[in-house]
């Protein structure tokens, strides 16, 4: 697995778990610090120094130890820097404005209606200058985020997004950055989601994967609370399930996962022109929906042995508040697992857009050194 699945670098590593430990902790000291993530002094000290120049954190209240001088308290400066979050998503766009501590300080959604790249960028536009216009006098913004719904190129292009006809290798991050003069990152949706649920509902799971439902599938694992990359996203929704015969996928190809679990999938192999018409009766569709649950279940059986999972969360409308759907993932999981097996556990309210937000604010810092 070592030769085929890249990290985030040292520096990454570093930064994010101290960072996200401050964060966390809400008021600490390095010491604590270093015990709590296991970095040497002079890495603590380091990466501290580059959030004190950046004003991201404070220094308050000494800690007085009875010998010697008193350690100050390191506190998160959560009313200073913002990152505003996107998500670019065929059931709707979103967005977050989301301050150094995590804090959510305004989110919006508008929906998608459009078909066109002409389309897609005027509704981004939209939401950032929402985002700017609650910021305005109130907040610095450090970084934009963008979670896609599809592959990313170097966190700069967005390859495709296959619900605008002549939306192809978009560099949404130099038009982005050259419209607002605002760092800006780019990341598939499902490592959003995954930032999201291990900052804000890490459950200490060693190694779990995040899986989205929606439109499209997307995965992604964390291991040891870092997230793994094999040259880019996991993209375990197009492994074939069906080699013959299979049923035609978005991607082009027949017989993958995603032809099978997804909205669109679902509905297509339902004989109906769009999801929401199932959504209003699960139980006349129930047989299609539980042929979804096979697959996804075996899928996840198989994930779970390859990466040694003891944790799956999964979120997206397909599955909504169906807990016979649920039911039916988690037994064929259980079926082929074996012995080793991982919970599944189903949260509807992972937002990528916060995700997309705090990756691109540490990317900036990670990158930049100073605002």
């Known amino acids: 697995m070592i030769n085929y699945i890249e990290n985030h670098t040292d520096s990454q590593k570093s930064f994010r778990t101290i960072f996200s430990f401050i964060v966390k902790k809400g008021k600490t000291t390095r010491r604590e610090i270093q015990k709590g993530t296991n970095y040497s002094w002079s890495s603590v000290s380091g990466v501290v120094s580059v959030l004190l120049n950046n004003n991201l954190v404070i220094e308050t209240d000494p800690v007085i130890s009875g010998v010697g001088r008193g350690t100050s308290y390191i506190v998160p400066n959560g009313d200073r820097f913002v ?116 900052f804000n509902h890490n459950e200490g799971y060693v190694s779990v994967c995040v899986a989205r439902i929606v439109s499209g599938l997307g995965f992604a694992i964390s291991s040891n609370g870092q997230s793994l990359e094999m040259f880019g996203p996991i993209d375990f929704g197009h492994m074939i399930v069906q080699p013959r015969d299979g049923d035609k996928c978005l991607c082009g190809m027949n017989g ?82 074996g012995e080793e097996r991982a919970e599944i556990k189903y949260l509807p309210n992972l937002s990528p857009s916060f995700g997309a937000a705090r990756l691109s604010f540490i990317e900036k810092v990670d990158k930049e050194g100073a605002f």
Do not use: W
């Open 83 to 198: 990152s505003i979050g996107l998500d670019i998503n065929s059931t709707g766009f979103t967005s977050s404005v989301v301050g150094v501590d995590g804090s959510i300080k305004y989110k919006n959604m508008r929906p998608y209606l459009g078909d066109t790249k002409e389309y897609v960028l005027d509704l981004m536009f939209k939401l950032i200058d929402d985002c700017l216009a609650f910021a305005k006098d109130k907040y610095n913004v450090a970084s934009i985020g963008v979670s896609c719904q599809g592959t990313v190129i170097n966190h700069s292009i967005y390859k495709r997004f296959v619900f605008a006809k002549d939306f192809m290798y978009c560099n949404i991050k130099e038009i982005i950055e050259k419209k607002y003069g605002i760092f800006t990152y780019l990341e598939h949706d499902t490592n959003c989601l995954l930032e999201d649920y291990l």
């Open 256 to 337: 993958c996962l995603e032809a099978y679990v997804s909205s669109v999938g679902i509905a297509r192999r339902a004989g109906v022109e769009d999801f929401s018409i199932i959504e209003k009766n699960r139980d006349k569709y129930r047989n299609i929906l539980d042929e979804a649950g096979f697959y996804l279940g075996v899928a996840l059986a198989n994930l779970s042995h390859i990466f040694s999972l003891d944790g799956v969360v999964m979120t997206g409308h397909v599955i909504g508040n169906d807990e016979t759907m649920l039911k039916q993932i988690i037994k064929y999981n259980n079926e082929f697992s």
